[in-house]
């Protein structure tokens, strides 16, 4: 029996959120999962991982549209599979922004899927940024780099931990 494969799959609108798919991704490779690390509109197909993480930015409380149209095309095989959720995008880093619940049509497909975990992450939001909304955020003094890396490794480490456990149970007691 192989060790278990896992895909990060995550959308991104100016690089934050692919920072922290990356970041996961090699936690759990160093974990000795083999992780495949695609865009949401990259991947064709779930049905050869035992696990998923998919992560999107957020904006104006609305996930990517890529992520929501991955997680609408791939829901059936999703809800067959351990699935956890990231969203990447409050620009603090205080504790209340991180138990908002998941945007509606988020919640709804994740309800159907049956996902083991969601967790929000601070984002990153660089003077500069195109958009007017980015603009406007810039000039209200948000701009900076709100992402915790010790509360994402630790998180990612979390999720290693309970795919190996998983598939450990799985080898003792066959299905």
Avoid: K
């Avoid at 990259?42 to 957020?58: M, P």
């Avoid at 956890?84 to 988020?106: M, N």
């Avoid at 000039?139 to 450990?168: F, K, N, S, T, Y």
């Amino acid at each position: 029996m192989t060790g278990p494969r896992v895909l990060v799959a995550y959308g991104s609108r100016n690089g934050s959120t692919a920072e922290i798919a990356q970041a996961i991704a090699g936690r759990l490779r160093a974990r000795g999962l083999a992780t495949d690390l695609l865009t949401a509109d990259q991947v064709g197909d779930v049905g050869h991982y035992d696990a998923v993480l998919v992560g999107s930015c957020v904006y104006m409380l609305r996930w990517h549209a890529d992520v929501l149209a991955f997680l609408h095309a791939h829901e059936r095989a999703l809800a067959t599979r351990d699935v956890w959720l990231f969203q990447s995008g409050p620009l603090d880093d205080l504790p209340e922004t991180r138990d908002r619940p998941l945007a509606g049509p988020v919640q709804q497909v994740a309800d159907r899927i049956g996902i083991r975990e969601h967790v929000i992450f601070g984002g990153r939001l660089c003077d500069g940024a195109a958009g007017a909304l980015e603009s406007l955020f810039s000039l209200g003094g948000l701009a900076g780099d709100h992402r915790e890396w010790p509360r994402i490794d630790a998180w990612a480490d979390a999720v290693a931990e309970q795919i190996l456990a998983r598939r450990v149970a799985q080898v003792l007691v066959p299905a």
